[in-house]
C-alpha cells in the first residue's frame, strides 16, 4: 500500500513564508514556522480530527468564517493569521466557554503543572472570567475503572478519550451520554472500563479529567523527573517515559516513536510499575484513597492498584500475576516481593548474604560442575546479559550448553535464513501492508501494542487480516495465497511457538519457502515479523544465546543442548548445574515452564536433580525459591543500561532511570565477577564496555555506538555497511531470493566483524546444503567452528 | 395566488392514495423525466434556479451537479426531519401528498444517478410516517419504486426512516450519524455529503418541499419556473405562518411578494387590538425583523439584506403584549436543550445565555450584562462547528440590538421586584459578582 509521500509546499502565516509538507493540517503545518496553534480535540492519533473544541480558529485569506486549524489542510500560497485580532478574539472566548464549567482546582489537580487546559489558559486566554452563574456539579471521582478515575466537572468534552475507545483501541466502551451542557464521559453501560490499553486515555486527556488512581496525588510536576527507556516486559519493547521521583517509578508515560509503538502503551506495561520500584517500597503500595464507584462490582476495586488489568496478562514476567498465589504454594508467600540482595540457600532456606558470599558460593558451585552447567537467559535479560553469559558458559566454563528458545533448537542456518535483513518487516509494514497474517501468535497477549497497529492498519488503510494456528502447513499456505490476492505486500507475523517443538524445524522452512513462493524478500513492505517468546528473544538470539549459534547467528564452536536437551540431560544426570539469568521454568508465566513440551514435573525434576541452581532475578518466584541455591538480585527495566533487539531487528537502549533496589548490581557486572573468580577476565568493566563488546562480536552490530542506538533505536537491517552488503547479493529471481539474500548475510558476518582471519564461511553455507536437515547441519556446523570463535576469542583477549 | 404548485389539489379528499394522484396527472412527471438521460433532468434543476426550501436556500440543481460522476454507490437523502420551531409546511406537504414527494425523489435520484434513497422523517410525525409508508407500498406495488423503474433502466429504492427527536437530526450530517445509527452529531465539513456522506458515498439531501416541486419543474420546464419569483429566488414558497395572526397555516406564495401581504392578507395579521412587535421570518432561528421590516420582499436575498433570512420559511409573529425577554429566553432554552454537546462555542455559549437571561429575569442581572450577553452571542456566530449555535446566538443577538431599552427595562423592573419579594443578597457577593463580571 502506498505510504504518504507528501510534497513540500510554501504558504504564509502571520507574514512569514513557510514550507511544510502538502495537505499537512494547518496546526502541523504552522509548527514548520515555529507557530502553535492552541488544539485540545486535535490528535492525529486518534484519526481524522472531529474540529470540536474550536480552539484552533485561524483566519484564512479567502475564506470568510474562521477555520479550525486542526482540519484545515494547507495549500500551497495558502496565507493564514494566527495573531489577527478576530483570531485572538475567537480563541480568548472558546477558552472563556471552555472554563465555564471547568471547576478551576489547579491546586489540587494531579495535572497542573503539566495541563494542556492551564497552559492554554495562560497563553490564550483572556485571564478574567465573565461567568458568575453556578457551575455544572457532578458527582466525583468516580472510579472510571480500578486503574481510572474521572472527574467529569473538569472534562472539557474534547472526545479525545471516546475516539480512543471507539475508533484506536476499538474496545467501543467509551461514549458521552446526555447532550449539550449535560454531556459527560461515561461507559455504555456504566460498567468500569476494562480493557488491555484503557490507560493510554489518561495521557490523551488534557485536563485532569481521567487520572491514573495510582498516581494520584503522589506528585507534582515540579518534583519529577523524567527518563526514557524501553519497557521490556513484552517483545513489543514499547518506547516508555518514566516519571521518577526521590528514586522511585512513580508512573509510566508512552514515549512517542512510530516505528515502535505509534505512541500508546498496554494497560500492562503502564501499571505494573510497582513491580519496577526499588526493593523497601515494593511491597504492597500505598492504599490508594478509596472514591465512589462507577458500576456494582466491588471486587474489582482494588485490582489496578498493584497489577496491571486482568485483560492484559503477561506473558514474560513470572512475578507480576500471581498464579502461583492462588495456587497455594508455601514457597509464594513472598511472591511479588523484589529481591534486593544476594540470597543464598542456607540449611534449606534462602538467606540473605553478602555479594562476596553469594559471588564466592556461586563460583564454587559453577567450577564444580564446569562444563556440565548449562544456562538459560529469559524475559527480562538485556543483549549484553546475553552475550556475557554466553561467553561466561563457552569461555569460562566450557560449556556450550545456552539457550533463550523456550521450546526446541532450530539449525543454525535456519535462524540466519530467517534473520536474512530483506525478509524482516517492520512494525510500519503493518499498517500499510495489504494484508497480514497471524500465524501462531495473538498480538494482543504476545505483543500488545501491535494490536493497536493491525487495527490501525484495518480501519484506515483496508488491510486484510487472517490468522492460522496450530501448524497447519497446508492451511498457511492457503491463506498466505489468498491473502497475497489483496496485494503483494504482505506480512506474515509469526509467534516462535511456530517454530518450536520437535516440528520446528520443518515449520521453519515451510514459512521461507513460502515467504520466497511470495517474494516477501523482493517486495519492499512485505516480510516475516517474528514475535520471540521472551521480551528480547530476538537480541539474546543475536547476541549468542543458543546452542548452536555464536554471536551474530554464526555457526557455534560446538552444538550445545537447547532447553528441552537440557532439562533431559539435568534429570538424567548428565548436566549438574543450572544458571538461570531472568528466568524460572516453573514459573506458570515463564516461556520456559513449556519448554518439555509442557511437562511442569520435566523442569520440576531437572531442578531437584540439579546440584547447583544459580539465578538473577527480581522477584523471588516458586522454582527458584524452591530450588535456587543462589540468587543474584536482578534490576527491573527501569534500572539496567544496555541494550535490546526490538523483533522487527531494531536495538534499542535501555536507560537506567532510578538506583538499583537495596544491593543490587548490574547483571553484567554480576557475570563478569562470577567470570574473574573462575579465573576468567571477560574483560567487562563499565556497561558500555558491555555493549562494545556486544557490538565488536556480533558482525552486523558492528560499528554500531550508543549514541547512534539513541532514544529512538536503529534497525541493524538499515545500517549502511548491511545495505551494501546485501546489495551485492541483489537477485530478483524468486527462487534464488532467499539464497542470494542469505549469502549477503553470510558475508556480512565475516566481512564486517573485525579481526576476521579465516575465509568467510559462506562457502560452507552454499545453497546446496541449505535445505539439508538437521543432521546435515551439525556436521556443517562442526565443520565450520575452526573460524568463528577462535577469531572472537583471539580479539577479546 | 395564482401560481400554486404544491399545493394545486392540496385540499383533494384522497390525495394521498396513488388512483386520486395518478388521476390528477401524479406521476407524469416521472415519467416524463425517466425519458430523459440524467444530465437533461439535470440542466432542468438547474434552469429553474431552485434553490433549498430546508433552511440554506443552496441551489438544488448545483447541489446535484456536484456529486462525483462515475459508477459508484450514491445516496439521496430527504431531510423531513423538520425540526425548526415554527416550521410545519412539510408536515402538511406528506400528510396530504406524499406522492408528490416520492415523485420528487425518485427524479431528482435519476439526475443524481442515486439508485438509494432515504426519507428521514422526525419521529412526531407518526401519522405523517404512516400515511408515507403506506403510499410507498403502493407506489412500489405500481413500479414507480425499486428495480428497473417503468421498464427503464434506472432503479431507486425508497427507505423510512423514523427520527427519535432531536433538532440536531435536521442537520444535514447530524441526520446523515443518526440515519447510519450512530448518535446524532454533526460532521466537519468539508468533506461536504455530495463527496463523503452516507457510509461515505456521495449524498444528495434536500428538504421535503425542495424535492417536491421537482416534478413541477419536470413538467413546466426549468426556465418557465424561473419566471415565477424574483431573480434570485424562483419559483414558489411554501410559508408557516404561526404566531400572534388570526388565520395561522401553511399558504403557497410566489417569493417576493411583499412580506406584509403575507402576514396581514394571507394570515389576517394580529389580533384585533395588538400590534406586531416582532417577526421571525424564517424559524426561530432567524434574526428577528420589527414591524418596520414588514415592506421586505419575501424572498432569499431581501431577507438577507435586512439582516435575517428566509431560512425554511416559517413566519412567527409576535405581538407587542409578549415581552422580549420571555422570547429570548423560551428560544435559548430550546437551543440548550437541543445542541448536541460537540462543540465547545454552543455547549456552553447556548448554556450560559440561558442562565443570564434567568438572572435577568430573576432580578439578579445589571444591564452590564446585556454587553455580556451580546459579546457571548458574537463568539458563537461563525465560531461552531454547524449552525445550531448560530441558530440561537442570531435571534438572541437581533433583540438585545433591536429590544435593548426593553431589556433593561426589565432589568429593572425584576430587580425592584426581586428586592422586594426576595432576601437581600449579601454585600460581598454581590461585590464579587460585580467584580467577575
Keep these: ?119 492554554i489558559s495562560f497563553g490564550w486566554g483572556g485571564g478574567i472570567s465573565r461567568f458568575i452563574e453556578p457551575k455544572r456539579h457532578f458527582v466525583k471521582p468516580l472510579e472510571l475503572s480500578p486503574t481510572i478515575a474521572i472527574d467529569r466537572e473538569r472534562c472539557i468534552l474534547c472526545y479525545r478519550c471516546v475516539r480512543f475507545s471507539q475508533e484506536v483501541a476499538e474496545d467501543y466502551q467509551l461514549v458521552l451520554l446526555e447532550r449539550g451542557a449535560h454531556s459527560f464521559v461515561s461507559t455504555f453501560d456504566g460498567h468500569p472500563y476494562i480493557a488491555p490499553f484503557s490507560g493510554n486515555i489518561i495521557e490523551l486527556c488534557p485536563v485532569g479529567a481521567l487520572t491514573s488512581r495510582s498516581y494520584r496525588f503522589r506528585a507534582r510536576p515540579w518534583d519529577i523527573e523524567d527518563a526514557g527507556s524501553v519497557c521490556t516486559l513484552c517483545p513489543a519493547q514499547c518506547n516508555v517515559q518514566l516519571t521518577v521521583r ?151 566454563l566450557g560449556s556450550a550448553h545456552v539457550d533463550s528458545r523456550a521450546n526446541g533448537a532450530l539449525p543454525s542456518e535456519l535462524h540466519r535464513e530467517l534473520a536474512d535483513p530483506r525478509l524482516q518487516a517492520k512494525v510500519s509494514d503493518l499498517e500499510f501492508a495489504h494484508g497480514v497474517l497471524l500465524l501462531d501468535c495473538d498480538p494482543v497477549i504476545d505483543a500488545p501494542i501491535l494490536d493497536l497497529r493491525l487495527r490501525k492498519g484495518v480501519r484506515r488503510h483496508a488491510m486484510k487480516l487472517e490468522r492460522v494456528a496450530g501448524g497447519d502447513l497446508d492451511e498457511l499456505r492457503e491463506t498466505a495465497m489468498r491473502l497475497s490476492e489483496a496485494g503483494e505486500e504482505l506480512v506474515i507475523v509469526w509467534g516462535e511457538r511456530f517454530a518450536s517443538g520437535a516440528a520446528g524445524a520443518e515449520r521453519a522452512r515451510a514459512l521461507l519457502d513460502l515467504a520466497a513462493e511470495l517474494s516477501l524478500a523482493d517486495t519492499a513492505g512485505a516480510g516475516l515479523l517474528e514475535i520471540p517468546a521472551t521480551s528480547n528473544g530476538r537480541g539474546l538470539r543475536e547476541a549468542g544465546v543458543l546452542p548452536n549459534c555464536g554471536p551474530g547467528l554464526s555457526d557455534a564452536e560446538a552444538d550445545g543442548l537447547d532447553a528441552r536437551a537440557i532439562a533431559a540431560a539435568l534429570t538424567a544426570g548428565e548436566l549438574s548445574a543450572l544458571y538461570l539469568l531472568e528466568v524460572d521454568p516453573l514459573s506458570a508465566n515463564d516461556p520456559f515452564a513449556a519448554s518439555a513440551d509442557g511437562d511442569h514435573d520435566a523442569w520440576a525434576g531437572a531442578l531437584e536433580r540439579a546440584s547447583g541452581v544459580v539465578a538473577h532475578a527480581t522477584l523471588l518466584s516458586p522454582g527458584l525459591a524452591e530450588h535456587a541455591n543462589v540468587i543474584f538480585p536482578a534490576g527491573s527495566y527501569a534500572e539496567k543500561e544496555g541494550t535490546v533487539t526490538h523483533p522487527d531487528g531494531r536495538l534499542q537502549r535501555v536507560r537506567r532511570a532510578v538506583a538499583e533496589a537495596g544491593a543490587t548490581r548490574p547483571g553484567w557486572r554480576v557475570i563478569a565477577e562470577l567470570s574473574l573468580r573462575l579465573g576468567s577476565d571477560l574483560d567487562v568493566y563499565t556497561d558500555k564496555e558491555a555493549s562494545q563488546q556486544l557490538f565488536d562480536a556480533v558482525p552486523f552490530y558492528s560499528g554500531l555506538t550508543l549514541e547512534e542506538i539513541g532514544g529512538r533505536g536503529v534497525r541493524w537491517q538499515e545500517r549502511e555497511d548491511v545495505a551494501v552488503a546485501v546489495g551485492g547479493g541483489d537477485s530478483e529471481r524468486k527462487g534464488e531470493a532467499t539464497t542470494a539474500a542469505e549469502s549477503a548475510v553470510d558475508d556480512s558476518y565475516t566481512q564486517s566483524r573485525p579481526g576476521a582471519q579465516t575465509p568467510p564461511s559462506s562457502e560452507a553455507h552454499s545453497g546446496a546444503d541449505r535445505d539439508t536437515h538437521a543432521a546435515d547441519t551439525q556436521t556443517e556446523g562442526e565443520d565450520s567452528t575452526g573460524g568463528d570463535p577462535s577469531q572472537s576469542g583471539g580479539e577479546r583477549t | 395566488m395564482t401560481d400554486t404548485l404544491l399545493f394545486k389539489d392540496i385540499d383533494e379528499p384522497g390525495l394521498n392514495t396513488l388512483a386520486v394522484y395518478e388521476a390528477r396527472g401524479g406521476y407524469e412527471s416521472l415519467r416524463r423525466a425517466l425519458k430523459m438521460t440524467p444530465s437533461e433532468v439535470l440542466a432542468q434543476l438547474e434552469a429553474s434556479g431552485l434553490r433549498g426550501r430546508g433552511g440554506a436556500g443552496f441551489q438544488m440543481g448545483k447541489k446535484v451537479s456536484f456529486l462525483p460522476q462515475g459508477s459508484m454507490n450514491k445516496y439521496l437523502v430527504c431531510n423531513a426531519d423538520e425540526s425548526e420551531p415554527g416550521t410545519f409546511k412539510d408536515r402538511e406537504l406528506m400528510q396530504k401528498n406524499p406522492h408528490l414527494l416520492i415523485e420528487g425523489i425518485v427524479i431528482a435520484a435519476h439526475a443524481a444517478g442515486a439508485d438509494r434513497s432515504f426519507i428521514y422523517i422526525r419521529g412526531e410525525y407518526e401519522l405523517q410516517a404512516d400515511i408515507l409508508e403506506a403510499a410507498l407500498a403502493e407506489a412500489d406495488e405500481a413500479g414507480y419504486l425499486g428495480e428497473r423503474i417503468l421498464g427503464t433502466e434506472h432503479s431507486c429504492t425508497l427507505v423510512l426512516h423514523r427520527g427519535a427527536g432531536a433538532y440536531i437530526c435536521g442537520e444535514e450530517t447530524g441526520l446523515l450519524d443518526s440515519l447510519e445509527g450512530k448518535r446524532g452529531n454533526p460532521r466537519l465539513k468539508p468533506p461536504f455529503p455530495a463527496n463523503q456522506g452516507l457510509y461515505q ?30 431573480q434570485t429566488s424562483t419559483g414558489t414558497k411554501l410559508v408557516s405562518v404561526s404566531g400572534h395572526v388570526q388565520r395561522p397555516g401553511n399558504y403557497e406564495i410566489e417569493l417576493g411578494v411583499p412580506s406584509r401581504e403575507i402576514i396581514y392578507d394571507l394570515a389576517g395579521g394580529p389580533p384585533p387590538g395588538s400590534e406586531i412587535k416582532c417577526w421571525f421570518p424564517g424559524g426561530s432561528s432567524s434574526p428577528v425583523l420589527t414591524a418596520d421590516d414588514l415592506d421586505v420582499p419575501y424572498d432569499f436575498d431581501s431577507m438577507a439584506k435586512a439582516g435575517s433570512m428566509l431560512g425554511s420559511g416559517a413566519i412567527i409573529v409576535v405581538d407587542d403584549a409578549t415581552p422580549i425577554v420571555e422570547l429570548a429566553l423560551k428560544v435559548a432554552m430550546f437551543y440548550r436543550h437541543e445542541s448536541c454537546g460537540k462543540c465547545t462555542p454552543c455547549r456552553e455559549g447556548t448554556n450560559w445565555t440561558v442562565k443570564m437571561l434567568q438572572r435577568i429575569d430573576s432580578g439578579e442581572a445589571t444591564p452590564m450584562d446585556l454587553d455580556i450577553m451580546a459579546s457571548v452571542q458574537d463568539h458563537i456566530i461563525g465560531n461552531c462547528l454547524c449552525v445550531l449555535g448560530d441558530a440561537m446566538a442570531m435571534p438572541i443577538g437581533s433583540m438585545i440590538a433591536k429590544f435593548r431599552g426593553e431589556f433593561e427595562q426589565h432589568i429593572e423592573a425584576a430587580r425592584a421586584s426581586a428586592e422586594l419579594t426576595l432576601a437581600p443578597v449579601p454585600d460581598d457577593e454581590r461585590v464579587l459578582a460585580q467584580e467577575a463580571g
Design chain 1, 1 to 119: 500500500m502506498p505510504r504518504p509521500e507528501p510534497r513540500t509546499i510554501t504558504f504564509t502565516i502571520d507574514g512569514r513564508e513557510v514550507q511544510a509538507p502538502e495537505n499537512a493540517m494547518l496546526v502541523d503545518a504552522a509548527k514548520h514556522g515555529d507557530v502553535e496553534i492552541p488544539v485540545f480535540c486535535y490528535e492525529p492519533k486518534l484519526g481524522n480530527p472531529v474540529g470540536a473544541c474550536r480552539m484552533c480558529l485561524v483566519e484564512i485569506e479567502g475564506i470568510g468564517k474562521l477555520q479550525t486549524g486542526c482540519s484545515t489542510p494547507v495549500k500551497d500560497g495558502m496565507v493564514v493569521h494566527t495573531q489577527s485580532d478576530r483570531v485572538k478574539e475567537a480563541q480568548r472566548s472558546v477558552v472563556e466557554f471552555l472554563l465555564i464549567n471547568h471547576p478551576l482546582d489547579c491546586p489540587v489537580c494531579d495535572k497542573g503543572g503539566e495541563c494542556p487546559l492551564q497552559d
Design chain 1, 246 to 396: 526521590d528514586e522511585r517509578v512513580m508512573r509510566v508515560l508512552s514515549r512517542e516513536n512510530d516505528e515502535v509503538d505509534d505512541g500508546w502503551l498496554c494497560d500492562h506495561g503502564r501499571f505494573a510499575y510497582p513491580a519496577l520500584a526499588r526493593g523497601e517500597q515494593s511491597g504492597p503500595a500505598e492504599p490508594v484513597a478509596p472514591i465512589e464507584v462507577l458500576h456494582v462490582d466491588p471486587a474489582a476495586e482494588r485490582n489496578g492498584d498493584e497489577e496491571a488489568t486482568p485483560d492484559s496478562e503477561d506473558t514474560s514476567q513470572p512475578s507480576i500475576a500471581a498464579p502461583a498465589v492462588a495456587n497455594g504454594d508455601a514457597n509464594s508467600v513472598h511472591l511479588g516481593m523484589r529481591i534486593s540482595e544476594p540470597l543464598l540457600r542456607d540449611g534449606g532456606e534462602l538467606r540473605p548474604v553478602s555479594w562476596e558470599r553469594a559471588l564466592d558460593e556461586a563460583a564454587v558451585l559453577l567450577k564444580r560442575a564446569g562444563n556440565a552447567t548449562a544456562a538459560l537467559a529469559g524475559s527480562g535479560a538485556t543483549n549484553e546479559e546475553g552475550f556475557l553469559l554466553s561467553r561466561l558458559l563457552s569461555e569460562t
Design chain 2, 201 to 230: 458515498g456521495p449524498t444528495l439531501i434536500n428538504n421535503v418541499e425542495t424535492l417536491s416541486t421537482v416534478p413541477a419543474i419536470v413538467q413546466m420546464g426549468g426556465e418557465q419556473y424561473a419566471k415565477l419569483g424574483v
